[in-house]
């Protein structure tokens, strides 16, 4: 696992880079099939959810996405406290972590950590609430910001 800030914030760069190659790998396979329909013909559960996987690709990516950005707080957090078993939901870090004094994390940007993190639980946990649209792109730069302003060194 990483230790640095740094290395988060690249494990999440490498996350999102993930997603950019599995969209042009599902966009070109929905091209393929339409151009050649028996081209999955030895694969029919591919075929048979083709659709879905073009659908849901952003929120599994989403979900990933705070997955790393989760594991750096939790990270940083056991470190700070020196409690290798410690367990603190993610709702509760990015408000303990960013707003610790003389190292506050600005409120909109904890915000935008937030609007990640409910868009995951929406994702991973099926909720019914809509929390409405956000990209890939949005997600890594929110997480990204948040990340980026932690101390470099974690213990």
């Given at each position: 696992?990483?230790?640095?800030?740094f290395d988060w914030?690249?494990?999440?760069?490498?996350?999102?880079?993930?997603?950019?190659?599995?969209?042009a790998a599902v966009d070109?396979?929905?091209?393929?099939?339409?151009?050649?329909?028996?081209?999955?013909?030895?694969?029919?559960?591919?075929?048979?959810?083709l659709r879905d996987a073009h659908e849901n690709l952003e929120g599994t990516y989403i979900v990933r996405l705070f997955a790393?950005?989760?594991?750096?707080?939790?990270?940083?957090?056991?470190?700070?406290?020196?409690?290798?078993?410690?367990?603190?939901?993610?709702?509760?870090?990015i408000d303990e972590i960013g707003g610790k004094r003389g190292r506050g994390i600005e409120q909109r940007i904890r915000q935008r950590a937030h609007s990640v993190r409910i868009v995951?639980?929406?994702?991973?946990?099926?909720?019914?609430?809509?929390?409405g649209p956000i990209t890939v792109?949005?997600?890594r730069r929110s997480l990204q910001i948040y990340l980026a302003?932690?101390?470099?060194?974690?213990?």
């Open positions: 696992m990483p230790y640095r800030r914030h690249q494990h999440v760069t490498e996350v999102w880079g993930e997603y950019w190659s599995a969209r070109w396979l929905k091209v393929a099939v339409k151009k050649t329909p028996d081209i999955l013909k030895e694969n029919p559960v591919a075929r048979d959810y790393a950005f989760e594991a750096a707080l939790r990270s940083y957090d056991r470190a700070r406290h020196h409690d290798a078993d410690r367990r603190t939901d993610a709702s509760t870090m995951r639980n929406y994702w991973a946990h099926e909720s019914d609430e809509d929390p792109d949005e997600a302003e932690l101390p470099d060194e974690w213990g």
